[in-house]
């Protein structure tokens, strides 16, 4: 556990309240400049319709030579002011979303600045508003590319045109605050962007521009060019050749690998899986039979159950070839015994056969026992 001394404790205290007031000093700055620049967008979405509402509506070079003392006039002024400062009026209000109490504050903004208005209406109307008002009298805001206090370059603007080179963010564009910091895209580093990031390479590259491109997924330490060929060193799971470059190792070859019983080797680039093989499946470390998937391996089976039983031989015929037997074997036991009792037997069996014979065949079966025997 750290302890702080009383001294220690109310330097603590007093840098980070300093920190907090300094960030809402900042925060505060940066909506002002937002609130401006919804007051410029409002009041020109005003001038716009009323000379829609007098003629077709142009620049303001038109405006001088159509509109004539209209342009300039109290009436227009009275007529533009009505909407000011009202998302209504526009058609991109979405830029504004997420500041609260937007039209009060921006209401408020006008209160305090109505007379800065009225010299822009009639003297400097040929002017841009945001830089007339927001930059240069209110001095909220800053120009594209330009931070801070005193409004200051962002890294990179006077070399390539953009900041941080067009592949990155300039902490406080745009507004009163902020230091100008570059907050780099992916791939893209250093205080300007203007270096490539690790495992990316210059795809091409001048005093004003530059274009970074990843490295190929096999390369460890960075690359020199585009594929397998431009790799430095490979990664782990890929072997260098002359040739080709960075080339994937197939692990599956590696008999040592997913040795377990029922299992098979996948190889992936840069590296390998074990999975279970069909009809199996994992629990824990082993592979065990998947009962579930079963039935769809065995689909015959099911269709051989669906199929009702089928006698090989007709039931009529098999009767009468029973019968037959049985009356031969009858006839030689009573042969053999010489016995009153068989001959009754026999005598019967004869009869049984005669009927059988008589009466018994395919028309004679019902139907529902013609189903189940397959006839």
């Not at 556990?1 to 603590?12: C, D, G, H, L």
């Not at 620049?59 to 400062?85: H, P, Q, V």
């Not at 203007?194 to 390369?219: G, I, L, M, T, W």
């Amino acid at each position: 556990m750290i302890y702080f001394t009383n001294a220690e404790s109310f330097v603590f205290c007093v840098i980070t309240v300093s920190m907090f007031v300094l960030g809402s000093q900042d925060d505060l700055l940066n909506k002002k400049c937002r609130y401006c620049q919804f007051l410029v967008a409002t009041f020109e979405a005003g001038l716009r319709k009323t000379a829609r509402n007098h003629f077709a509506g142009g620049d303001t070079a038109w405006e001088e030579r159509n509109l004539g003392k209209y342009a300039t006039s109290e009436t227009r002024f009275i007529e533009t002011m009505e909407d000011i400062c009202k998302k209504t009026v526009l058609i991109n209000e979405h830029r504004y979303a997420g500041l609260e109490n937007l039209e009060s504050k921006c209401a408020h903004l006008v209160e305090e600045n109505e007379e800065i208005l009225e010299e822009y209406y009639y003297r400097h109307q040929s002017s841009n508003m945001t830089v007339w008002l927001c930059e240069s009298r209110l001095e909220v805001c800053c120009p594209n590319g330009h931070y801070g206090k005193d409004c200051s370059k962002c890294p990179g603007l006077e070399l390539s045109g953009s900041p941080c080179y067009g592949h990155g963010s300039c902490h406080g564009d745009g507004s009163r605050l902020g230091n100008g910091t570059c907050v780099c895209d992916r791939g893209y580093s250093g205080n300007m962007c203007r270096k490539c990031a690790p495992d990316f390479y210059d795809k091409s590259k001048s005093n004003d521009s530059v274009e970074c491109e990843k490295c190929f997924e096999a390369c460890a330490g960075g690359c020199t060019s585009a594929g397998p060929k431009g790799c430095i060193k490979c990664r782990s799971g890929w072997t260098q050749t002359t040739d080709e470059g960075c080339i994937d190792i197939d692990e599956c070859e590696i008999k040592t690998n997913c040795n377990r019983a029922n299992e098979k080797c996948v190889n992936e680039a840069g590296s390998f899986r074990c999975e279970c093989a069909d009809d199996y499946k994992r629990q824990g470390d082993d592979c065990v039979l998947d009962v579930e998937a079963m039935p769809f391996r065995f689909d015959y089976l099911k269709e051989f159950a669906a199929k009702p039983y089928r006698m090989f031989i007709p039931p009529d015929t098999m009767l009468k070839s029973i019968s037959m037997l049985s009356l031969t074997a009858i006839i030689a036991f009573v042969v053999w015994q010489r016995s009153i009792l068989l001959i009754f037997l026999t005598t019967i069996a004869v009869a049984l056969i005669i009927f059988i014979d008589m009466n018994v065949n395919p028309e004679t079966i019902p139907d529902e026992a013609k189903k189940y025997l397959g006839l």
